[in-house]
């Protein structure tokens, strides 16, 4: 993590269906109370190019919604804008961008009105090869500039896709990297000790490609959601969900989760201000107001978004 010099970093440490069910959506959701809490996700769009107004109603419907601030994924800089100018017709809300991926990058939107938010770092050396997508590192507080409210940083995260040893081998390499890159920064005494993780990872959290995180001073709460380690999904390729019918898979293709959320742990850490059980995999139809999985799936992502929620005083 590279050390924070300028002034207005300082200041900040001191001081978001067409189709036919875009009414489905309103009424099934809830807006939230930013000044009690916060609604913190993140979401894999699929190959989201923006030159599809459907898809850019349907995702600005489940973002405004559903969170406060969320990481992207698979994001083309003409998305960014469209997805942008679609939200801001509701609420006032910005995006970072990542610089690499092509156009198929990380971004973090936020809402503007709630929320100061500020690039700080790529981790570069997590992409291995150049051609992948660097962990985007942001600074971020929610509420008013002096006010002792909920600040951290917040590292948006996609690892390497696909199956066979080669993505296999990348995505354990990535996440040897992505550990020395968490310990430098909790080694580093200007670090916010509130770090938290979220991305596609593209394995679950006991999946050897994760080794390197798995005894990190993280706690992964997408792990509570998860099958258990010895039904392997990966092979099962099922799409199984808890008794009461909400799903324990996040990506469709491989039934598994695979997009996580992870927070440095208490005392200090954001674990501190996460409310307990409140992490969820958004449903198609029992949160996002779809008529069917299948309408979802094929008019969205294969991804489901994932949320968590903390508290900001």
Same mark, same amino acid.
Request: charged letters at 30%; a positive charge.
């Given at each position: 993590?590279?050390?924070?010099?300028?002034?207005?970093?300082?200041?900040?440490?001191?001081?978001?269906?067409?189709?036919?069910?875009?009414?489905?959506?309103?009424?099934?959701?809830?807006?939230?109370?930013?000044?009690?809490?916060?609604?913190?996700?993140?979401?894999?769009?699929? %190959?989201?190019?923006?030159?599809?107004?459907?898809? *850019? /109603?349907?995702?600005? !419907?489940?973002?405004?919604?559903?969170? =406060?601030? $969320?990481?992207?994924?698979?994001?083309?800089?003409?998305?960014?804008?469209?997805?942008?100018?679609?939200?801001?017709?509701?609420?006032?809300?910005?995006?970072?961008?990542?610089?690499?991926?092509?156009?198929?990058?990380?971004?973090?939107?936020?809402?503007?009105?709630?929320?100061?938010?500020?690039?700080?770092?790529?981790?570069?050396?997590?992409?291995?090869?150049?051609?992948?997508?660097?962990?985007?590192?942001?600074?971020?507080?929610?509420?008013?500039?002096?006010?002792?409210?909920?600040?951290?940083?917040?590292?948006?995260?996609?690892?390497?896709?696909?199956?066979?040893?080669?993505?296999?081998?990348?995505?354990? %390499?990535?996440?040897?990297?992505?550990?020395?890159? *968490? /310990?430098?920064?909790? !080694?580093?005494?200007?670090?916010?000790? =509130?770090? $938290?993780?979220?991305?596609?990872?593209?394995?679950?959290?006991?999946?050897?490609?994760?080794?390197?995180?798995?005894?990190?001073?993280?706690?992964?709460?997408?792990?509570?959601?998860?099958?258990?380690?010895?039904?392997?999904?990966?092979?099962?390729?099922?799409?199984?969900?808890?008794?009461?019918?909400?799903?324990?898979?996040?990506?469709?293709?491989?039934?598994?989760?695979?997009?996580?959320?992870?927070?440095?742990?208490?005392?200090?850490?954001?674990?501190?201000?996460?409310?307990?059980?409140?992490?969820?995999?958004?449903?198609?139809?029992?949160?996002?107001?779809?008529?069917?999985?299948?309408?979802?799936?094929?008019?969205?992502?294969?991804?489901?978004?994932?949320?968590?929620?903390?508290?900001?005083?």
């Amino acid at each position: 993590m590279q050390k924070l010099q300028s002034k207005k970093f300082k200041c900040l440490y001191t001081s978001w269906l067409s189709i036919c069910c875009i009414a489905a959506i309103a009424s099934c959701s809830n807006p939230s109370t930013i000044a009690d809490k916060i609604r913190l996700g993140t979401f894999n769009l699929e %190959n989201f190019d923006g030159l599809k107004a459907e898809k *850019v /109603d349907a995702v600005s !419907q489940i973002i405004e919604r559903n969170f =406060d601030v $969320i990481g992207l994924q698979e994001v083309s800089p003409i998305a960014a804008e469209k997805l942008k100018e679609k939200l801001n017709k509701s609420k006032q809300w910005e995006f970072i961008l990542g610089e690499t991926g092509g156009r198929q990058r990380v971004a973090l939107f936020y809402r503007k009105d709630a929320i100061t938010a500020q690039k700080v770092t790529e981790w570069q050396q997590v992409n291995i090869t150049g051609t992948l997508r660097s962990p985007l590192v942001t600074y971020l507080k929610v509420g008013q500039k002096d006010a002792k409210d909920f600040d951290f940083t917040l590292v948006v995260v996609h690892q390497k896709g696909g199956g066979g040893k080669d993505a296999d081998r990348l995505r354990q %390499n990535q996440s040897d990297r992505l550990r020395q890159e *968490v /310990d430098k920064y909790q !080694q580093n005494s200007q670090s916010d000790p =509130d770090l $938290i993780l979220l991305g596609d990872f593209n394995s679950p959290t006991w999946a050897d490609q994760n080794r390197g995180l798995r005894d990190a001073p993280l706690t992964f709460l997408t792990r509570t959601i998860e099958t258990d380690a010895k039904e392997n999904c990966l092979k099962k390729r099922g799409q199984p969900k808890t008794p009461d019918g909400r799903p324990r898979f996040s990506n469709r293709g491989t039934g598994c989760v695979i997009d996580h959320i992870a927070i440095s742990k208490s005392p200090k850490g954001a674990e501190e201000e996460y409310i307990p059980q409140s992490v969820q995999i958004l449903d198609p139809q029992k949160d996002l107001g779809f008529d069917s999985d299948r309408t979802y799936f094929s008019k969205v992502s294969d991804h489901l978004p994932v949320r968590a929620i903390f508290r900001v005083k």
